[in-house]
């Protein structure tokens, strides 16, 4: 068989291994291949977070909680941020138009880069504050934020506050 010969029949073999990469592969009713099962070890008692996380889970084929970077879960009905700390490399969080009040989860993900809280019901930004790599923050229309004092944001680059903080 020449070479050209074996990588049309390899490649195209290669491709579709590649695309099933979620099945179990049997040979003579043997198993010879089993993917690493998604991550679902975590405790997130708000069913909305809980369900933006599954979604997100399986869009990225997360296996561990290290492997979500982003998560966006707008206008959800999220509530509480409870369990979300579980998830220590998200760089990109998305909650905006939900009902969230309490922001505390958040201190723990040291590596959040991005994050809008817009349009919920937040009113401590105190959590925010040493987050080292947040570089974009939106907090804007949340009435009841007490605004935070001068400095206090320094690492952060991009910053929308709600009018009244303005």
């Known amino acids: 068989m020449t070479d050209r010969l074996r990588l049309s029949v390899i490649c195209p073999l290669l491709l579709l291994c590649a695309a099933c990469g979620s099945y179990d592969f049997t040979v003579n009713d043997r198993v010879v291949y089993t993917p690493d099962p998604l991550f679902n070890d975590f405790d997130v008692p708000d069913e909305a977070l ?31 941020l409870a369990g979300l700390d579980t998830f220590t490399e998200l760089e990109q969080l998305t909650l905006s138009s939900n009902n969230i009040v309490n922001i505390s989860e958040l201190a723990a ?10 349009n919920n019901r937040i009113i ?19 009435p009841g934020l007490m605004c935070p004092p001068p400095g206090s944001l320094l690492r952060v680059s991009d910053v929308t506050l709600p009018v009244h903080c303005r």
């Open 124 to 142: 401590d930004p105190v959590p925010l504050y040493q987050l080292p790599a947040l570089h974009r923050l939106d907090l804007s229309g949340n």
């Open 50 to 80: 809980r369900e933006c996380i599954r979604e997100a889970i399986n869009d990225a084929r997360a296996t561990n909680a290290s492997e979500l970077a982003s998560l966006s879960c707008t206008d959800a009905g999220i509530e509480t």
């Open 109 to 118: 993900l040291t590596v959040l880069q991005v994050v809008y809280l817009d």
